[in-house]
Nanobody, 129 residues
Framework: QVQLVESGGGLVQPGGSLRLSCVASGFTLDYYAIGWFRQAPGKEREGVSCISSSGSSGGNTAYADSVKGRFTISRDNAKNTVYLEMNSLKAEDTAVYYC???????????????????WGQGTQVTVSS
């Protein structure tokens, strides 16, 4: 069964850190660009970050302006896992975080939901004192 499973969410105080994991099963992440998205209550799902597939341009990363300098995306192909390290968390980072995989993402369209074929179920991140 092809699926992505996110974990690592939770409750954290402002200024704190969390590391989210996205584990793939039933397929190999190497050939996919992986995106992290988030959706806050009452808001649309938005792109947070993306890492390219492990091809000739493997390892390229992109970030939304709102998280640049605070979040870091990385991949461990041996573990079929992508991570999102989140530091200096703010209340506005509170959302359900999803990872997604796609083979035709396009580097200028990485933030578009329709570019991704496989989605996880999401993990809740709450930033509150």
């Amino acid at each position: 069964q092809v699926q992505l499973v996110e974990s690592g969410g939770g409750l954290v105080q402002p200024g704190g850190s969390l590391r989210l994991s996205c584990v793939a099963s039933g397929f190999t992440l190497d050939y996919y660009a992986i995106g992290w998205f988030r959706q806050a209550p009452g808001k649309e799902r938005e792109g947070v970050s993306c890492i390219s597939s492990s091809g000739s341009s493997g390892g390229n990363t992109a970030y939304a302006d709102s998280v640049k300098g605070r979040f870091t995306i990385s991949r461990d192909n041996a573990k079929n896992t992508v991570y999102l390290e989140m530091n200096s968390l703010k209340a506005e980072d509170t959302a359900v975080y999803y990872c997604a995989a796609g083979t035709h993402v396009g580097w200028t369209t990485w933030y578009k939901i329709g570019r991704y074929d496989i989605w996880g179920q999401g993990t809740q991140v709450t930033v509150s004192s």
